[in-house]
């Protein structure tokens, strides 16, 4: 059920004369906006990109392994309880590390999207490397799972001037990377952009680790979800893609499980939201063009 009063300050009920502005986007079914639900299963690369040297912490270590062995099983369960659609992206070393979790994925009709092999840096690789790290990762997937990715989540969210060309080039139909919009936009070469942005990241509000520092301090999750919710409910009224990422070491965990599913629940509730794949609304944009409505002063 969905909730009001301090939970959803901003519902359209309860607040005399609302502004209602122009969608940015037109939504199949009749929906005022989408909802992109990915799931960045770093796993072991998250320590293993910044210092090899970090496998033998295992304290370190082992957060990151929490993720693929126990956030991941904890998370399918949930989206398969409440018929969520999810995409997640996974490093390539992760995927051959844990096979039966990719798998599982697959099987379970979810999307899984390229993220590099190790997470790495693209701002620090040449063209010629990011390129040969691309076709590797891709292999490694489509060898896994029997599909090819059609989407792509660069690590740490950078992109290179070259990678929407790279990208295009090797078959991928869109990109989850940028945040110059609040709904998808097309890159020069017809490449679909669903971009995202800090604030709907779990790792701002949840990572922590003291050497290498990750994070600060963990925020408390009715403070996240009233932080994702407005934001939601914001976003409804302007037609925009809610793009939320969350990461499952972070995420997996009890209680953030029971914030995603309260989250999941009460968007649901509303009746305004397309809960979608990044394939389905890069596909929506590519057979509908003059769905998206640009900003004019």
Not at 166 to 176: E, N, R, T, V
Not at 253 to 265: A, Y
Request: aromatic residues 10%; contains cysteine; charged residues 25%.
């Amino acid at each position: 059920m969905l909730r009001l009063g301090p939970t959803n300050p901003y519902n359209r009920n309860t607040v005399n004369n609302p502004y209602d502005p122009e969608p940015r986007f037109t939504w199949p079914h009749d929906k005022r906006c989408a909802v992109m639900l990915c799931l960045d299963v770093d796993g072991e690369t998250t320590a293993l990109s910044e210092d090899p040297k970090l496998v033998d912490r295992l304290t370190t270590f082992s957060q990151c392994q929490y993720g693929p062995e126990v956030g991941v099983p904890r998370l399918l369960g949930l989206l398969n309880h409440l018929g969520v659609a999810a995409t997640f992206f996974i490093p390539s070393y992760v995927a051959e590390q844990h096979p039966r979790m990719t798998l599982a994925i697959a099987n379970a009709g979810h999307e899984i999207g390229a993220h590099g092999h190790l997470h790495e840096k693209l701002a620090e690789l040449t063209r010629k490397e990011e390129e040969a790290i691309l076709i590797e990762s891709l292999a490694i997937l489509e060898n896994l799972t029997g599909k090819r990715p059609m989407g792509h989540r660069a690590p740490w969210f950078e992109i290179n001037p070259w990678t929407a060309e790279l990208l295009a080039k090797h078959g991928l139909h869109y990109s989850a990377s940028m945040m110059r919009d609040d709904v998808p936009f097309l890159h020069t070469n017809g490449l679909v952009e669903i971009p995202g942005q800090w604030m709907l990241e779990d790792w701002e509000q949840f990572a922590f680790n003291p050497d290498p520092q990750w994070g600060v301090i963990p925020e408390d999750c009715d403070k996240v979800y009233r932080l994702w919710w407005d934001e939601f409910i914001a976003m409804r009224d302007y037609g925009c893609c809610f793009t939320l990422t969350l990461h499952p070491w972070l995420s997996g965990r009890p209680s953030r499980v029971k914030l995603v599913e309260r989250l999941l629940t009460d968007i649901q509730a509303t009746g305004d939201a397309w809960l979608a794949t990044g394939s389905e609304i890069a596909d929506w944009f590519q057979e509908n063009p003059s769905a998206r409505r640009e900003m004019t002063l």
